[in-house]
């Protein structure tokens, strides 16, 4: 397994390989949610790693995928590790400088030491999909700045549907998955502003369906869907659904860049007291005890009012 993770990152060992997707740098008349510090990469870039570590997970997928079960007791495959590999080597490559938190890395005990800014990256998100033969695992690649994330990436390998965002622009599109290659430019998304009647609910497929998501459904006399990974937080930030709740831990990198392409598209997340998510929370294991994702002012309030009832 090291020698053909070894053989992935090789393939990504000089950026030049990583093909240019669109140029997304910032228009300084958008306006800016994120940090006032100038920006070690561009969007672009995060979204090529993003499709390079896509197109290894698929290629393990066509080999045949070996779960393995972690110390945790978390799933981990061949693709997660290759994927977070090439994701390390190209990171390294684009910010020298700037540190990883991988979910890989950590579960192999190498935490680097996290200032104020670092990449946050879950290579697969969506494991146990993925190892039963599922469609909804995402790569996830986030820039942490503040203890907030402020550019994201999120791309679904085997559907081919691609979300990023960066401080005042949030973007979707759609590649091929035989190829990552985009189909069409990138366009802009944007949350709902307002909120309906009744509450679009998306919850997880995994651990959605639980009485206290139940609960918190039923006092907002929401509709629900669900689905898997990231892919839930892009919901809200293309307009499709007005929360996500999510009772119970998950790790920051879990949310980190779906949280970044919902800030950049009008929405936010708080903690389920009502306080703002920060991240790089070590003394934590980064661990997230659970959360409400909004897509806008008047359903946070709607979400702290079913919590409190």
Known sequence: MQRATEGAVRRVANTSAIPSVITLSRD????????TMTSPVQLDSLIALALAAGREIMAVRAAGIDAQTKADGTLVTLADQRAEAIIEAGLAKLAPDLPMLGEE???????????????????????????????????????????????GVVYAPATGALYAGEPGRALAGHCDPRTAE??????????????????RIVASDFSGRNERTRTFIAALDGVTAHASSSIKFCRLAEGRADLYPRFGDVCEWDAAAGHAILRAAGG??????????????????????????????????????????
């Open 28 to 35: 300084d008349s958008s306006p800016s949610r994120g940090s």
């Open 105 to 151: 890395a950590v579960a192999a005990g190498r935490i680097p030491s996290l200032g104020a800014r670092y990449f946050c990256v879950d290579p697969l998100d969506g494991t146990r999909g993925f190892a039963k033969g599922g469609d909804e695992f995402t790569v996830n690649i986030a820039l942490i700045e503040d203890a907030t994330p402020t550019f």
């Open 182 to 199: 985009l189909r069409a430019p990138l366009t802009p998304i944007a949350a709902s502003a307002t909120l309906p009647l009744q509450s």
């Open 268 to 309: 936010d997340i708080v903690r389920l007291d009502g306080s703002p998510l920060r991240y790089g929370q070590a003394q934590d294991n980064f661990l997230i005890h659970g959360f409400v994702a909004y897509a806008n002012e008047a359903a946070k309030q709607a979400a702290l009012r079913a919590l409190s009832a």
